[in-house]
Nanobody, 123 residues
Framework: QVRVVESGGGLVQTGGSLRLSCTGS????????MGWYRQPTGEQREFVAA????????YAPSVKGRFSISRDSASGSTASLQLNRLSADDTAVYYC????????????????WGKGTLVTVSS
């Protein structure tokens, strides 16, 4: 059983900052990637940021330079997303995902998702 839990969402004013956290537990000993997607109300889920095992991070163009993803090297299964200079366009439910490698019955990477945390940016 794998569990992914996000925290840190809330209400913030335009220009403000928030820090989201994501913690995974269960059978996820071999994590390949941890990342975030977001889904504004009435829109499709979109990629935000991800960080791979080697520490390489990638970002959606809309958040690059404002958001920063990091991973706790000690725990291995905790990642954070720092959101800076927020605008109304950043209002969405933010979902964390963990991509873990499975070796049985075949080698494959499996995604596990959290239930999301709401970020609301007010003007």
């Amino acid at each position: 059983q794998v569990r992914v839990v996000e925290s840190g969402g809330g209400l913030v004013q335009t220009g403000g900052s928030l820090r989201l956290s994501c913690t995974g537990s269960g059978d996820i000993s071999d994590i390949v990637v941890m990342g975030w997607y977001r889904q504004p109300t009435g829109e499709q889920r979109e990629f935000v940021a991800a960080i791979s095992n080697d520490g390489a991070a990638r970002y959606a163009p809309s958040v690059k330079g404002r958001f920063s993803i990091s991973r706790d090297s000690a725990s291995g299964s905790t990642a954070s997303l720092q959101l800076n200079r927020l605008s109304a366009d950043d209002t969405a439910v933010y979902y964390c995902y963990i991509q873990a490698r499975r070796y049985y019955p075949t080698v494959q990477d499996v995604d596990f998702w959290g239930k999301g945390t709401l970020v609301t940016v007010s003007s």
